[in-house]
């Protein structure tokens, strides 16, 4: 089975910080995603990768930022968190043939 | 713009109840409609891919099946343990690997 790792369940970071959210997955997939879940907002993309070193922006990329220098490894980053980036982020990989993603089991970030 | 609704929004069952969740779509050349299921606290779980209008797909009690316009999951005499939210999501060609997710129908099933 794929498995895709997110590095923390639970994050508590201050408001101002530099936050590294980290995903690897290992089934040699070539899409990576980040979304965000709130209630009653759904899911939201914020980043995605196609192949190591792209990167695209997707719904709402503002105050965040990617990073994939290994095919296996997609980084989130929030440059200087705010109280409105606590939620839910969700990375996910996808096989280029176009099945369903395959997510990892989240981080609940609290920005305070 | 990819849109996709789901309805309704909670469904609360008795165990053994059979119903049907609904996703309506409108998408410029659907490449994929997914179903997925969320438990509270956890990422999406993938249960089915389906491709073109007239395709079923079949995991235990749930069956979805896809029209031009909408997709059901059917669940047939659903038992507590499969109480969550399920996720509809299409792709498009012209997105390809992007998907487009409704909010969810979150489904209570009562012993």
């Known amino acids: 089975d794929v498995k895709v790792t997110q590095s923390s369940r639970y994050l508590v970071k201050r408001t101002g910080e530099k936050v590294f959210l980290e995903c690897v997955q290992d089934m040699d997939h070539e899409n990576m995603f980040w979304y965000r879940q709130d209630p009653g907002l759904g899911l939201r993309l914020i980043y995605f990768?196609?192949?190591?070193?792209?990167?695209e922006k997707g719904d709402i990329p503002e105050g965040y930022s990617v990073s994939r220098e290994k095919k296996e490894r997609f980084s989130l980053i929030l440059e200087s968190a705010s109280t409105n980036q606590t939620s839910m982020y969700l990375c996910?990989?996808?096989?280029?043939?176009?099945?369903?993603?395959?997510f990892g089991s989240g981080t609940r970030l609290t920005v305070v | 713009e990819d849109q996709v609704t789901q309805s309704p929004e909670a469904l609360r069952l008795q165990e053994g109840e059979s119903s049907s969740l609904n996703c309506s779509y409108t998408v410029s050349g659907l490449r994929g409609l997914f179903w997925y299921r969320q438990d509270p606290g956890k990422g999406p779980e993938f249960l089915f891919t389906l491709y073109s209008a007239g395709e079923e797909k079949e995991k235990e009690r749930l069956k979805a099946t896809l029209t031009k316009k909408e997709s059901f999951l059917h669940i047939t005499a659903p038992k507590p343990e499969d109480s969550a939210t399920y996720l509809c999501?299409?792709?498009?060609?012209?997105?390809?690997?992007?998907?487009?997710f409704g909010d969810g129908t979150t489904l209570t099933v009562k012993p």
């Open positions: 990768s196609y192949d190591v070193k792209m990167k």
């Open positions: 996910a990989s996808q096989s280029n043939r176009g099945y369903g993603y395959t």
């Open positions: 999501a299409v792709q498009a060609w012209t997105n390809a690997g992007k998907s487009t």
